[in-house]
Every structure is written in C-alpha cells, then in structure tokens.
C-alpha cells in the first residue's frame, strides 16, 4: 500500500518524504521509538500517521518483528496527550482514570514511547516561566 493511500495530510506526507518513506511496508518496517525521535516528524504528524495506520488496522511496531495489538481510542487519546499536548504521566492518569505507570506501559507498549518527548519538556519549561512572571 502506497503512503498517500493513507489520506495523511500534506504535512505529515512531507515528513515521511523527508525520510525517504513511500509505502506502508517501508513505515511499518521502521522501529516505533525511531520515528517518535525523527527530528522531521513531528508530533503531529506522528499522531497523525498512527491514527490512519489503526484505521487500517495496523500499528507501529516498538522493535522488528513485533506487532502489537491495534491500539484502542483511549490509547491513542494516552498517546496524543502525552506526545502532543505534553502532560504528565500522573494528569493523563487522573484524566483517565487509570494509574500512571499503566499510561507509561501503554505508551511503551503500543507506540515505543520511553522517556520524556519534547513536548512535555516544553511544557515544563513554560510553566516555569509562568512561576517566575508571577512572582
């Protein structure tokens, strides 16, 4: 299956380009913690592409040769806030209603995540900025 098969938008087919990434079978063939650290992918677009790979039944693999089962809506939701929006692992869980250490399984088991993406550096570093000019 071609890439543009996936209906991705342009955005995250150029991200893929940059990669030299045509074909579904080239994308599932990359490690899932190799493209959540691509600098040209964002995580949008990462979001992005996992999203229409599930809806075709696929997923990401962690390591060559695994496939785990297709995550759910509230993976990916997981998935989405921590890689997207850059919360904690202790909000997502209390969003959730589920323990933290659950979340960070999920996220290491479905999509690779290990560590702290960019994005909850980001915010970290924003509420620290947000500290200071109050007081």
């Known amino acids: 299956m071609r890439i543009t098969e996936l209906e991705l938008s342009g955005a995250a087919l150029a991200c893929l380009d940059l990669g030299s990434i ?51 809506e509230r993976e990916r939701e997981m998935f989405r806030l921590r890689l997207v929006e850059g919360l904690p692992l202790t909000e997502i869980g209390q969003r959730l209603a589920v323990a933290p250490e659950w979340v960070r399984h999920v996220l290491h088991w479905h999509f690779g995540l290990t560590g702290k993406p960019p994005a909850v550096k980001a915010r970290k570093r924003q509420r620290k900025r947000e500290r200071q000019e109050r007081e």
């Open 22 to 72: 045509t074909d579904v079978d080239q994308l599932l063939a990359h490690s899932g913690t190799v493209l959540a650290h691509c600098p040209y992918i964002g995580a949008m677009e990462l979001y992005e592409i996992v999203c229409q790979l599930n809806r075709h039944n696929l997923s990401l693999p962690m390591f060559p040769g695994f496939q785990p089962d297709v995550p759910n």
